[in-house]
C-alpha cells in the first residue's frame, strides 16, 4: 500500500517551533519530490514548502521563507518540516504530498493544488499556535 503519514503536530505557543515528519510506507520517497501544505476551514489549500527527489532542491513561499525549512533523511523515508517563529496565523492542519515530478509539487505550493496535484497525500496533522 502507497502511503504518508504526517506525525508532530500539537500545540505551541506564538514563537515556538514545532518539527513534522512525513513518513512514506509502500514505496521510496528518494524517488520523489515531496511538498507541505497547510489547510484552514474555509480556505484553499496553501503550499509552504518543498523539495525535490535527489538534488535537494527546496523553495518556500513568502509566507514561509526564512521560519520553515524543509529536509529529508531517505534512509528514514521521511521528511521534514522544521517550522520556527510559529504564529497564530500557522494554524492549519498540515498534509504533505509527494509526486514523482518536482515541477507537479512546485505548481501546487506555488499556485494551488488545482496547478499541479501531488499523486500522494498524507491524512494531514493538526498545528495550533495560541498562548
Known amino acids: 500500500q502507497v502511503q504518508l503519514v504526517e506525525s508532530g503536530g500539537g500545540l505551541v505557543q506564538p514563537g515556538g517551533s514545532l518539527r513534522l515528519s512525513c513518513t512514506a510506507s509502500?514505496?521510496?520517497?528518494?524517488?520523489?519530490?515531496i511538498g507541505w501544505f497547510r489547510q484552514v476551514p474555509g480556505k484553499e489549500r496553501e503550499g509552504v514548502s518543498c523539495i525535490s527527489s535527489r538534488d535537494g532542491r527546496t523553495y518556500y513561499p513568502e509566507s514561509a521563507k526564512g521560519r520553515f525549512s524543509i529536509s529529508r533523511d531517505n534512509a528514514k523515508n521521511t521528511v521534514y518540516l522544521q517550522m520556527n517563529s510559529l504564529k497564530p496565523d500557522d494554524t492549519a492542519v498540515y498534509y504533505c504530498?509527494?509526486?514523482?515530478?518536482?515541477?507537479?509539487?512546485?505548481?501546487?505550493?506555488?499556485?494551488?493544488?488545482?496547478?499541479?496535484?501531488?499523486?500522494?497525500w498524507g491524512q494531514g496533522t493538526l498545528v495550533t499556535v495560541s498562548s
Open positions: 509502500g514505496f521510496t520517497l528518494d524517488d520523489y519530490a
Open positions: 504530498a509527494a509526486d514523482r515530478f518536482y515541477a507537479t509539487v512546485f505548481r501546487a505550493v506555488v499556485g494551488g493544488v488545482t496547478l499541479g496535484d501531488p499523486e500522494v
